[in-house]
């Protein structure tokens, strides 16, 4: 299994520029998410998805649109960069919520990173 | 809201000693879980050690132990034995109905 990958890896954009990220599962998992790390804030949720057709906002989702039409992929999108989305962008994945047990219901499993700067 | 503070920014331990990372939550929840991740230079988030709150004794992974203290809101993780490649980012990150990290806790590791 890959697990989660992620499309690219770097980009550089000039301000205004559009552009879109690629995730992809090879876990079957229900849940994605995509997350924005910053120095010193820790990472920080951009949007998720509890299921394929399903999108939901997280705590900062201003600037971003993402789409789930695939179960196994997640593509986070900007349509007008801004300086303030330079960051490094993480992709995670996890099993359905419902589980009973405790197990792994509830750990994320991250793709490797995408770094964006925006000048 | 949830909140994860990491009150060390930056720590070093010695190769073969052992190290404590601190971490606090804020929540009113009862039922949730507490996760230790590891970013090492490659920036890939590896999972270290998960709690659940409603268990009493404390998450063991070989040189990685947890002490929970569920009344404090305390959750640090202490690393035993360190060696060189345990140098890294570490973050502690809550879950209720989502994750929510801390700033996280750079650790160097001296030979």
């Known amino acids: 299994n890959a697990g989660v990958t992620q499309t690219p890896k770097f980009r550089v954009l000039k301000t205004g520029q559009s552009m879109t990220l690629l995730c992809a599962q090879d876990?079957?998992?229900?849940?994605m998410y995509w997350y924005r790390q910053d120095p010193g804030m820790g990472l920080r949720l951009i949007h998720y998805?509890?299921?394929?057709?399903?999108?939901a906002k997280g705590e900062v989702p201003d600037g971003y649109n993402v789409s789930r039409l695939k179960k196994q992929n997640f593509l986070l999108g900007l349509e007008s960069a801004a300086p303030s989305q330079t960051s490094v962008y993480f992709c995670a994945s996890s099993p359905t919520m419902t589980s009973g047990v405790f197990s792994a219901a509830y750990e994320q499993y991250f793709g490797p990173g995408t770094r964006l700067t925006v000048t | 809201a949830q909140t994860v503070t990491q009150s060390q920014p930056e720590m070093s331990v010695q190769e073969a000693e052992t190290v404590t990372l601190s971490c606090t939550y804020d929540t009113s929840e009862s039922d949730y879980y507490l996760f230790w991740y590891k970013q090492p230079p490659s920036r890939q988030m590896i999972l270290v050690i998960r709690?659940?709150?409603?268990?009493?004794q404390n998450a063991t992974e070989n040189r990685f132990s947890v002490n929970f203290q569920k009344a404090a809101k305390s959750f640090s993780l202490k690393i035993s034995d360190s060696q060189l490649g345990d140098a890294a980012m570490y973050f502690c990150a809550y879950y209720g109905n989502k994750l929510v990290f801390g700033a996280g806790t750079i650790l160097r590791v001296k030979s």
């Open positions: 998805s509890v299921g394929e057709g399903t999108t």
């Open positions: 709690q659940e709150a409603y268990k009493q």
């Open positions: 876990m079957n998992h229900e849940y």
